[in-house]
């Protein structure tokens, strides 16, 4: 340490002893500053005891579910499940041959009930985006008993292929009023063949 240095760190240390203000001053900025960090300290310690607690509650929800074997019945039930859907899913070369089949499924719906119903076709959209499989649905709709239509309802839950009536309304007033929106799902292999 050269001179200069020394004769400020000795004039530093004979003001600091001679002055009682100063030294009480220095006495309260290290209290002061030790108050500081017990508080960070503290703080921190809270914050890690909360997540110790979280992570010993998340330990115990996984070490709960582990033990169940039912999730491997589940898993299996659902696999299951999932083929018989994809089994009921008709694959067509087109999205058009698959609103012709559904349009055609309808028309012939209607000759077997023997009235003058009407079918109107409605926009086809993907189920999931990029899966190839498509919602094609129709509304049916015209003057029909409300026998013939459970009937008419009937015949449409009865088709192999996945076919689901997603609205109905059926009014039974003087000659009753049916409206069905009837949705065929399949696999359109244009679609799924389509660079994405």
Partial sequence: MSAAWQSLLAQARAEFHANARLRWGGLLIVVILLVYLLLVLSDVRAQMQREYVQQVQRLQKISSL??????????????????GLQAQLPTVATLGLAQA????????????????????SETATEVGRGSGIWRVPVVISG?????????????IEMQPNLIV??????LNRNNGMVALTV?????VEEAANAPG
Avoid at 110 to 117: D, E, F, H, Q, R
Avoid at 165 to 170: N, P
């Fill in 66 to 83: 582990a033990g169940q074997d039912e999730w491997l019945q589940r898993a299996e039930r659902a696999r299951v499940l999932r083929d």
């Fill in 101 to 120: 089949s559904v349009q055609s499924f309808a028309r012939d719906l209607i000759a077997s009930s023997g009235k003058p119903l009407r079918v109107q």
């Fill in 143 to 155: 003057a029909l008993a409300p026998d013939a239509a459970v009937q008419l309802i009937r015949r």
């Fill in 165 to 170: 009536i997603e609205q109905a309304m059926v």
């Fill in 183 to 187: 949705a065929g799902f399949f696999r």
